[in-house]
């Protein structure tokens, strides 16, 4: 804070709480308030109802209930005088930003966001973060694996309803939240987050998942493509394309790499075999806490690789109307090289 001129870190709902505090609040409108000044106190302003979920950890934060009368944001405001620099987190409801502009006017406090003190932080995983990380990938992993085993049925079903049955065995691989459950099949893959629907799949044609959850905390995130009955020559030659695309995005996850290294060597080989105008988005995005975090691997962001940096190489690649393929893996730089989260086979696996 005091490198980033900040006098005070305002945090409310979302991960930036739980990754000070352990606690995450539920998104609610009662405010719930980690107000950390650059000297002195932090405090967790709370709703009274919630505090008895909090354990108060005296040295890091004391608590203070509100109750249903009071008004949170005064009381927020009342903690220390106008600061000139306050940093809120990215995810505080507008609403009470509105109302703490009536306690320090724009004029007089500087509003940044959180992420000028937290991103360093939030970006660089230590080693229990890394160990958690491969546990949810460890988790997803067996998912994907069912899937490529024929152990979840597809011919005949809707995406809607494989979409639900990879949701069950998300849960009961051990994660406590579904993210997503992606499942694209033929001309719907072509759309990379289409919600899946009513249409029914179909014998000899290409079915997208990608799939992810949140496990003790931390995110998973996967993408495997499988077919239906026999490939042919153009999904095959495609798909090859993609399958070096992503290698050569996770050799290229190097500390020291510029993220926008990692988009370049992926899209490089999908436009060397003429496919550019279809990988339609960035190749990857940071995860940990949250499902898409800071850094993200996209043209333009410069910065530097570091060891703890975790992030998803997933290129892709859509032909509208017609198909669309994308091969997704978690990767944490490390010291040693791209160490990756996730084991299962990258063919494109035919199953029934
Ligand atoms: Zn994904
Ligand atoms: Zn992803
Ligand atoms: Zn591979």
């Known amino acids: ?72 944001v005064a009381l927020v405001a009342g903690l220390l005088p106008s600061p000139q620099v306050a940093a809120v987190g990215d995810t505080m409801w507008a609403r009470f930003l509105v109302e703490l ?41 067996r998912v994907a694996a069912q899937l490529h085993a024929g152990e979840v049925p597809l011919v005949g079903r809707t995406e809607a309803q494989v979409s639900a049955d990879l949701s069950r065995r998300i849960l009961a691989e051990g994660h406590q939240s579904v993210n997503f459950a992606i499942v694209a099949a033929g001309e719907n893959a072509a759309s990379p987050h289409h919600h899946a629907g009513s249409r029914v799949i179909r014998e000899g044609e290409l079915v997208l998942c990608d799939i992810g959850g949140t496990m ?73 806490m949250e499902a898409h975090e800071d850094p993200y691997m996209v043209e333009g962001n410069t910065l530097p690789l570091a060891a703890g940096h975790a992030f998803s190489v997933e290129p892709g690649i859509y032909l509208p109307g017609r198909w669309g393929m994308r091969l997704e893996d978690i990767v944490v730089a490390t010291d040693d090289g791209p160490l990756s989260m996730n084991f299962v086979d990258h063919s494109l696996v035919v199953v029934n």
């Not at 505090?21 to 109802?49: C, F, K, N, Q, S």
């Open 1 to 72: 804070m005091e490198r980033a001129g900040v006098d005070v870190l305002l945090v409310s709902v979302g991960s930036d709480l739980p990754y000070l505090t352990g606690y995450e609040a539920m998104p609610l409108e009662r405010l719930t308030m980690l107000v950390v000044p650059r000297d002195g106190e932090v405090t967790l302003v709370i709703p009274a109802l919630e505090a008895p979920r909090v354990m108060e950890q005296p040295g890091v934060f004391t608590l203070r209930p509100w109750g249903e009368l009071d008004d949170p």
């Open 216 to 288: 003790d905390g931390y995110c998973s995130d996967i993408t495997r493509c499988v077919h239906t009955g026999p490939v042919s020559a153009e999904i095959a030659e495609a798909y090859a394309v993609l399958h070096a695309a992503h290698a050569a995005g996770v050799a290229a996850g190097v500390v020291g790499a510029a993220c926008q290294d990692v988009d370049r060597a992926a899209r490089k080989v999908i436009a060397d075999a003429g496919f550019g105008e279809y990988f339609i988005h960035r190749t990857g995005h940071g995860i940990g």
């Open 101 to 141: 502009l009536g306690h320090w006017p724009s004029s007089a406090t500087q509003y940044v966001r959180s992420t000028t003190v937290m991103n360093d932080l939030r970006m660089r995983k230590d080693d229990a973060e890394i160990a958690a990380l491969q546990a949810a990938g460890a988790a997803i992993d």
